[in-house]
């Protein structure tokens, strides 16, 4: 299971952090990511962590303004949003990718286990 919270009402240029909390034994052998969809919109990519932590992937759109990182111990994984933008408002999922020890994937059907998702609201 994984629980995605952290989500919030800021101003744009502000800064969020995302938490997703995974249970299980083996959280740290898979890679994880984050998604988002906003009101009338598909589902889309925002960054990918692989199992080890050592490669990531954002989409352009977010890319030198978001930081994925994990923490194994902690069977977390985190999404530093910053500078923020109206554009960036959407629920936030996190996933686990579905293949132990792959590589990072952009696309949903990849992963299989998915978070509630959490709001995240940038007011202008």
């Known amino acids: 299971q994984l629980q995605a919270f952290g989500g919030g009402l800021v101003q744009a240029g502000g800064s969020l952090r995302l938490s997703c909390a995974a249970s299980?034994?083996?959280?740290?052998?898979?890679?994880m990511g984050w998604f988002r969809q906003a009101p009338g919109k598909d589902r889309e990519f925002v960054a990918a962590?692989?199992?080890?932590?050592?490669?990531?992937d954002y989409a352009d759109s977010v890319k030198g303004r978001f930081t994925i990182s994990r923490d194994n111990a902690k069977n977390t994984v985190y999404l530093q949003m910053n500078s923020l933008k109206p554009e960036d408002t959407a629920v936030y999922y996190c996933?686990?990718?579905?293949?132990?020890?792959?590589?990072?994937?952009?696309?949903?059907?990849?992963?299989?286990?998915w978070g509630q998702g959490t709001q995240v609201t940038v007011s202008s």
């Open positions: 299980g034994p083996t959280f740290s052998s898979y890679p």
């Open positions: 962590i692989s199992w080890s932590g050592r490669r990531t």
């Open positions: 996933a686990r990718d579905e293949q132990r020890y792959g590589s990072t994937h952009w696309v949903s059907d990849e992963y299989d286990t």
